[in-house]
């Protein structure tokens, strides 16, 4: 909607807003990353190189802070917008299907504190509709929606593929699931093929558009060309 792009741009014109938006990011970054994942920092023997694809959320706010600050200075990023918009809306949409499926199994929805499951709903319902209001500013882009798609093929593979089986999942590098029942993966595939199904559905869309974007600019006359790109 129209009025939702007004907003938007109105946010990110204005110094204090937008500022006020990076500095909430980069609370919500640091406050997820060491309450969330700081213990299991410590308890994972994970290389160096896994440590982006662990902390998903937090980093889904992070970017999505830093490609709304670098749209206020003019420094738009069109693949940071993207792999930032798929970022939030990957893990929001994840974080809230997990949550639905752990009530639906156990019936205990408790507010216990702010890592307890309606804060975590609530809150990652505005993580994805972030990352929704940042679709807006990516433009079509192969090379964009490609290195995207990597990045969360990857981060799936951290995450799930059975390569160090040291836990369920392969890799295993996430934060274990809460219990259910007395087992600590009852949650476990589902959200795995919740993750996959996220990366090829929402990437293979931008894909496509991009690809359907390429086709229709090649169509056109040269000057038109130049000024859809």
Request: positive net charge; proline residues 7%.
């Amino acid at each position: 909607m129209r009025w939702i792009r007004t907003l938007s741009d109105w946010v990110i014109c204005t110094p204090a807003l937008a500022w006020s938006a990076f500095g909430a990011c980069v609370f919500a970054f640091v406050f997820g990353t060491v309450g969330w994942y700081g213990r299991f920092f410590g308890e994972v023997n994970a290389p160096l190189w896994a440590y982006p694809f662990i902390p998903d959320c937090p980093l889904a706010a992070l970017m999505f802070g830093i490609a709304f600050i670098l749209m206020h200075l003019n420094r738009t990023s069109n693949l940071l917008n993207q792999l930032a918009a798929v970022f939030c809306i990957k893990y929001g949409v994840w974080t809230m299907s997990f949550w639905a499926l752990y009530w639906a199994r156990t019936g205990n929805v408790e507010l216990s504190g702010v890592f307890s499951g309606p804060v975590m709903f609530v809150t990652h319902l505005g993580l994805t509709i972030m990352g929704l209001l940042l679709l807006q500013y990516a433009r079509p882009g192969v090379r964009d929606s490609l290195l995207a798609f990597g990045w969360f093929v990857l981060s799936d593979i951290v995450d799930y593929a059975p390569i160090a089986p040291g836990r369920l999942g392969g890799y295993g590098y996430y934060p274990p699931l809460p219990w259910i029942n007395g087992d600590p993966a009852a949650l476990t595939p589902a959200m795995m093929w919740n993750a996959i199904v996220m990366t090829w559905l929402a990437n293979g869309l931008l894909l496509i558009r991009a690809l359907a974007h390429r086709h229709k600019v090649a169509e056109q006359p040269a000057p038109a060309r130049a000024s859809a790109r």
